[in-house]
Each structure stands twice: as structure tokens, then as C-alpha cells.
């Protein structure tokens, strides 16, 4: 094993074991990458001194937190998995600035529950942020739900301490100036070149985090639709109202409904419905959630409206919650069945404008019907044009089948100003079509950026690149 040779005089202990590296090769992409050994560090010298050595034998470096990347980022076949969750540490919050600092193996849902406690909100909401850790949720620039009023994790990020492939130590800020000419606008904030690299530039060892006061009152409502189009047509019009204001705008189609149904023991529920919209909306203290403006959007858009459910106060919420989370977990267990056969869960994450969707998941639909493959379960974030549409594979054939179709998918995607990849990254399933989107020029770049920081290439190789 040359990773073993190659490493013998590291200051860190590696695991060469193989139960533990195969603890280690699973994420919720469905692959399986078997890495040559696993490194656990406790502090930031030793994930320094690993790096630091790692160049002399030419050994990779994956940087991994909770592994919940759909896309293969946090797993690795080559060299050494770096695993982030032994940095645990939480600091105080600093009442003046209103941020925390928290080391990168925090478990973002473990913080979210600590803030809250305390009246304060991280607003990124990762719908697994129970597994997701700081780092990780920073390396892909997660968002999830809620990113309809708050955006991505990006702005929520203020400040870093990330350990250069040479092993150097460096902490970012992020700039307060209002006003700067000095040089490229993307060297600007030095800060913005680790959020969303999924660990090909660095790795994130701590983060400072601007938080929010917890909103004192939110609502949920879910409001089930005869068919998809009017439940599409319902998300426009929210969109653009001016008498109510999401915080997340999330779409069930039938098929995802019925898991969610099906998961929770509610198959009575909403039974003709063909569609269903999860929303939530905040309001201050003293104020009221417009549930009235809400109720008469719905039925000008003929909802089901025996069936709308309203969800009060954090433990319904929660559950609410749960529900939209029993989608995404209900077909990664589906998509793991297959796997022996060649097969898994094919994930979309793609996003367009929101206003084209319809035509989008049309398209969609359309490309799989004349494939002659099963319609997707399609779910998520439809209030910022991004639902995540989910393909069974049961063996390597149908999983070819299914990725020309996201192919045809993503090319539409791009020619209405969409991505291919809104919050999970690029990972290694999807750096194939990072020509789809980029230019040549773009990728140039990139590549300029990745030599300048990673000179040998070693760090978190397949990702991106």
C-alpha cells in the first residue's frame, strides 16, 4: 500500500485498518471509494503537520466532515481521508458582532439547537444538518429550505482559519469596505475562494459565523393541490406577492408525497391530491403571521382545502420538518438496494430562475418519458426555481439511461440561465459537466486558482477537477 510508505514518518496516526477505512467510504451519493488510510485529528497541528508531510510522497488529502455530499465530495479511493470530526470546539458568542467561532467537525444541527437556546439563528439549513458539520456545510456552500430569505451559507460566513495544501495556517476575513479598487475584484475577499471548493483549495479548520435573532414567531402551512402545474403557478404568485412573504417555498409532487405520506402513516391524508406546497413564513414580535392572505392565495389557485395543515410552535415545526426529510432519506435507502446490481439513486440539483420551472420540470418529464425510464420523485426548494428530482437505478443500464436524461435535463437548465448545481457542489459525479455551464475562460481560471494553492494537485482529488 504506498500510502503507507509514503506516510510512515507522519506526526498524526493514520488508520490502515479496513473496517475503519470502509467506515469511511459511503456518502449519500451512493458510490463506494475505499480510502488507503484515514487520518482523525484532535487538533489544528495535527491536520497542519499532515499536510505538511503529505507533499514529500506525493500522497492526496480528501478533507471530509459528516459525509452527507451527494456527490461524491467527501470520499475518497486515493491517499489519505481526512476526517474533520475531532474538532469540536465551540467558542462563546460575541454579543457585540453577534457571530461565533466553531471548529469545523461541529455538527451544525448540535450548534443550531445551542444558538436557539440562546435566542439566535444560523440561518443555513442543511435538511440534514443533524450529519452535516460546519466545515462541510461551508466546503459546498449549503443552503437548503429557508435560503429563500436568508441565501446560502456564504453570506452567514465572516471569517476562516484554513490550512493551505503546504500546510500553512491562515486566517481570512471578511471585508467590511463598502468601497475597494485595489486590484481584481476576485481577490477582494480571499475568504470567498474556500466557501464552496469542496476542499480542492484548502482546508477549513474553523469558521466565525454571523447569526441572527430567532424569529419569535413562525408558521407552517401545508397546502395540498389537485395537480402540478396550479401547485407551480401557486409558487409564482407567492413569489410575487406583496401581502405575504416566505422564508421557504417547498414542492411535493405526487410521487414524493406519497413517500412523505407513506413515512409518517398518513396515507388518508390528502389523499386526490396531485401536489403539495410546504411553506413557512416569520414574523416579529407583536406582529401576525398573515394566515388570511395566505388561505385566499391558496384557494384562488384551488387548493385541496379540507387538507392544509398549519404547523405552530418549534415541536410542530420539527415535525414538519421530518416530514420533508423523509423524502430525500426514503429514496437513498431505495437507490442502496441496487447497488451490488451497478444501480443507485440518481440526484438532481439543478435550478433555474424561477419562473421558468414549470417548463424546466416539463422538459424534464418529457426527456424521461420518450427514455422510456420510471418519472422522477420530485421535491424541494421549488420557491427558488431548485427541486431536487430523484431517479431509482436498478442496474448500471438503467443508471446510463438516467444520466443521459439529466444530461438532456441540464443542457435545457443552462439555456434558461439555470445550473447545474445549486447547493450540493460538483463533486465527482457531476465535474463532467462543469462544460455544460462554464466557458473556457472560466475553467482556465479555476485551474490558475487550484495551481497557485495546490501546486502538487493533492488535495481532494476527483473534486471539480
Not at 497542519?48 to 503529505?54: F, K, N, P
Not at 464552496?196 to 414567531?217: F, K
Not at 401581502?243 to 412523505?260: G, K, N, Q, W
Not at 420557491?383 to 441540464?410: K, S
Request: charged share 20%; hydrophobic share 45%.
Amino acid at each position: 500500500m504506498p500510502a503507507k510508505r509514503a506516510l510512515r514518518n507522519l506526526h498524526l496516526t493514520l488508520s490502515y485498518d479496513l473496517s475503519v477505512r470502509q467506515s469511511f467510504a459511503h456518502d449519500a451519493s451512493g458510490l463506494e471509494l475505499v480510502p488507503e488510510s484515514v487520518a482523525r485529528p484532535k487538533s489544528e497541528a495535527d491536520v497542519a503537520s499532515l499536510l505538511r508531510d503529505a507533499p514529500a510522497g506525493r500522497v492526496a488529502v480528501t478533507p471530509a466532515g459528516g459525509q452527507t455530499s451527494t456527490t461524491g465530495a467527501s470520499i475518497t479511493d486515493r491517499g489519505v481521508l481526512l476526517s474533520l470530526r475531532g474538532l469540536t470546539d465551540v467558542g462563546a458568542v460575541d454579543d457585540e458582532r453577534l457571530t461565533i467561532r466553531v471548529q469545523a467537525g461541529v455538527l451544525l444541527g448540535d450548534l443550531k439547537r445551542r444558538l436557539a437556546a440562546d435566542g439566535l439563528l444560523f440561518a443555513p439549513d442543511p435538511t440534514s444538518e443533524d450529519d452535516v458539520t460546519v466545515g462541510g456545510a461551508i466546503a459546498c456552500n449549503a443552503s437548503g429550505a429557508r435560503s429563500l430569505l436568508y441565501g446560502a451559507t456564504r453570506p452567514h460566513v465572516a471569517g476562516l482559519r484554513v490550512a493551505l495544501a503546504d500546510g500553512s495556517v491562515h486566517e481570512l476575513r471578511r471585508s467590511r469596505l463598502e468601497k475597494n479598487t485595489v486590484g481584481y475584484a476576485a481577490v477582494h475577499d480571499p475568504i470567498d475562494w474556500f466557501i464552496g471548493s469542496e476542499g480542492t483549495l484548502g482546508v477549513i479548520l474553523e469558521a466565525e459565523l454571523s447569526l441572527l435573532p430567532l424569529p419569535p414567531n413562525v408558521t407552517g402551512l401545508a397546502i395540498p393541490f389537485p395537480e402540478e402545474n396550479v401547485a407551480l403557478d401557486f409558487i409564482i404568485a407567492a413569489r410575487s406577492s406583496t401581502t405575504v412573504s416566505a422564508r421557504c417555498l417547498e414542492y411535493f409532487d405526487v410521487r414524493a408525497l406519497e413517500v412523505a405520506r407513506t413515512a409518517e402513516g398518513a396515507g388518508g391524508w390528502a389523499a386526490g391530491a396531485g401536489a403539495l406546497v410546504y411553506l413557512e413564513q416569520a414574523s416579529a414580535a407583536g406582529s401576525d403571521i398573515p394566515l388570511d392572505e395566505w388561505l385566499t392565495l391558496a384557494q384562488r389557485y384551488g387548493a385541496v382545502e379540507n387538507d392544509i395543515l398549519v404547523y405552530e410552535g418549534a415541536s410542530a415545526l420539527r415535525d414538519a420538518r421530518r416530514l420533508r426529510h423523509t423524502v430525500p432519506s426514503t429514496m437513498i435507502e431505495r437507490g442502496n438496494r441496487y447497488r451490488a446490481a451497478g444501480g443507485r439513486r440518481v440526484s438532481t440539483d439543478w435550478a433555474v430562475p424561477y419562473r421558468h420551472l414549470k417548463e424546466a420540470i416539463s422538459q424534464s418529464r418529457q426527456f424521461a418519458a420518450e427514455a422510456g425510464i420510471d418519472q422522477p420523485v420530485i421535491y424541494g426548494h421549488a420557491g427558488n426555481g431548485h427541486p431536487h428530482q430523484n431517479f431509482i437505478a436498478r442496474d448500471a443500464a438503467e443508471l446510463a439511461r438516467m444520466e443521459q436524461v439529466v444530461e438532456q435535463t441540464l443542457r435545457r437548465v443552462v439555456a434558461l440561465g439555470g445550473t447545474f448545481a445549486a447547493e450540493h457542489g460538483t463533486g465527482k459525479i457531476k465535474r463532467k459537466w462543469l462544460p455544460l455551464q462554464l466557458t473556457p475562460l472560466q475553467l482556465g481560471v479555476m485551474k490558475a486558482m487550484k495551481h497557485a494553492l495546490d501546486p502538487a494537485a493533492l488535495l481532494a482529488p476527483g473534486n471539480l477537477f
